[in-house]
């Protein structure tokens, strides 16, 4: 009877394994989101109509935000970074700038493009002072269930600092939210880039190193991406700095711990039984 019962503790054990890992099924491992890949216009001028913006599955998944009124000395090696601020809201959809971009309203930047998002620098300019307000972009947890992804730089991943001037300072961050702490943000990834190049030509800064291989999110955990010059500028023309941010977000395999845990109950159930 002894062994019975501890074979049955096995076989639970590892049906609650199977029921923690068939939690993935909704999003199976390979599976990959990109901006590039799910990137959709609104559907109505001055509207927030399709954002966030829908992923392969047709769950929404992408948001384009700001962070408004940052304050001075919100830098990225401050004691309060400006990503860390709560954002102020989803942008609304502009099909008259550009391409078609998700703006604030009026044609207010910051704004949000397919190709990035973009930090104006001017401090005094049309619409008043732009540089306080911050692009951001959100990735939302689609699933309902905890998912381990990877997070890769593919090959357009850069920070781009336009018409600006030579030894203009932009900082490029990647960062998670944790539901389950109140939505904290933690740093995932930082870069810096000092344009060399003269004010008039706009220059890209391929950005390398973003390489995580398991980062494990709950139900309600997000990933940002923000972009914010140090350098800021008065003048009535837009220059704008920001972020390409061409990012696989990769579903993996469950932690390796899970995975042990089922292979170690059914390799302890086999030798139980033969032991017989």
Known sequence: MKGIKFSQAIVAMFVMVLATTSAWAAYDVGFTWNIFDDWTPGTTDGSSAGNPMPDAAGNPTWSCEYIAGVPAGSGLDSNNPWYELPSSGLMVWDSHYGAGQWMLPNDTPPSNSYTGMWHVCNDQSYGGDHYANVPLR???????????????????????????????????????????????????????????????????????????????????????????????????????????????????????????????????LRRRRASR
């Open 138 to 268: 959100r990735w939302q947890n689609p699933s309902d269930e905890t998912l381990a992804v990877s997070l890769s730089g593919g090959p357009d991943f850069a920070g781009v600092i336009h018409a600006l001037p030579t030894g203009t300072i932009l900082d490029l961050v990647i960062a998670r939210t944790d539901a389950s702490n109140g939505d904290s943000v933690h740093l995932l990834y930082s870069e810096t880039v000092v344009k060399t190049a003269s004010e008039g030509e706009d220059q890209s800064f391929p950005l390398t190193g973003l390489d995580i291989d398991n980062l494990v999110l709950d139900p309600g955990d997000d990933i940002i991406f923000t972009a914010r010059s140090r350098t800021r500028i008065t003048g009535y023309a837009w220059a704008s700095a920001g972020l390409v941010d061409d990012v696989n977000i990769t579903v993996v395999p469950e932690p390796a711990t899970l995975s042990m845990l089922a292979l170690g109950g059914l390799a302890m």
